[in-house]
């Protein structure tokens, strides 16, 4: 069971920048998934999450606004639309996938979450 990120690189501010984040081994279509990033020098951080049939979606709120989470449970695939980034979105992605969304919001159910992805590097300069 995988998820493999891609779509990092480097930008400059006010640009866009569109991950995704590819599932196999298993389907997910029944798992919330969610972003995560981490800055050099800082915790991993909560970005967005979205439920297993893409009904309901959270931000960070940092990020509201600006960056949009789907999915394609056809094809296995989350996605992470960044659009206006900012110096400060630079960090290494993170997609994750866990039964309950709940466990993919709370900095203290980290820990629990089943799935992660290796992540891919943002950089964004001013």
């Not at 967005?48 to 949009?68: E, H, L, M, Q």
Request: neutral net charge.
């Amino acid at each position: 069971v995988q998820l493999q990120a891609s779509g990092g690189g480097s930008v400059q501010a006010g640009e866009s920048l569109s991950l995704s984040c590819a599932a196999s081994g298993r389907s997910f279509s029944g798992d919330a998934m969610g972003w995560f990033r981490q800055a050099p020098g800082k915790e991993r951080e909560f970005v967005a999450v979205i439920t297993w049939n893409g009904g309901v979606t959270y931000y960070a709120d940092s990020v509201k606004g600006r960056f949009t989470i789907s999915r394609d449970n056809g094809n296995n695939t989350l996605y992470l639309q960044m659009n206006s980034l900012k110096p400060e979105d630079a960090a290494v992605y993170y997609c994750a996938a866990d039964h309950r969304m709940r466990t993919l919001m709370l900095k203290s159910l980290e820990k629990e979450i089943s799935y992660w992805g290796q992540g891919t590097l943002v950089t964004v300069s001013s």
